[in-house]
């Protein structure tokens, strides 16, 4: 599913402030870039807007493996949006710095996702799914 993520460029949005290590914030990175994610869901305006992108997302994270099912299933709207911010400033992370066609080439690669791209319509978007 193709998500538009325009608006976290629009806002200038640090993702260091959703994505970040221990190396960078120190022991705490996990819970402090939780806190910002959950803090953003909840008052900021979702990026995972309807039952079909929440449920994309909630497929996205049953299928890593890294959460049982049941678990993902009773995420509320809030926490779905969180681990999206997450996982989305992890990749503009991956970016920066690089202009389109860069991005792309470092995708074939290997050395990023790849989930970032361009539309035709000059708005940015995130692939989620398979």
């Known amino acids: 599913m193709e998500i538009n993520i325009q608006a976290l460029f629009d806002a200038d949005c640090n993702p260091a402030n959703y994505s970040a290590s221990v190396a960078e914030l120190g022991p705490d990175a ?28 909630r497929k996205w994270a049953i299928e890593t493996g890294a959460w049982p099912a049941k678990a993902v299933d009773g995420w509320g709207a809030t926490e779905c949006n969180a681990l999206f911010l997450q996982l989305v400033a992890g990749d503009m992370r991956e970016k920066a710095g690089l202009d389109w066609a860069e991005y792309r080439a470092a995708s074939g690669e290997g050395s990023v996702s790849g989930a970032l791209f361009e539309g035709i319509d000059g708005q940015i978007y995130y692939y989620l799914g398979d």
């Open 30 to 57: 996990a819970a402090r870039t939780w806190s910002n994610a959950m803090q953003r869901a909840a008052y900021g305006s979702p990026l995972l807007d309807t039952p079909e992108k929440l449920a994309a997302m």
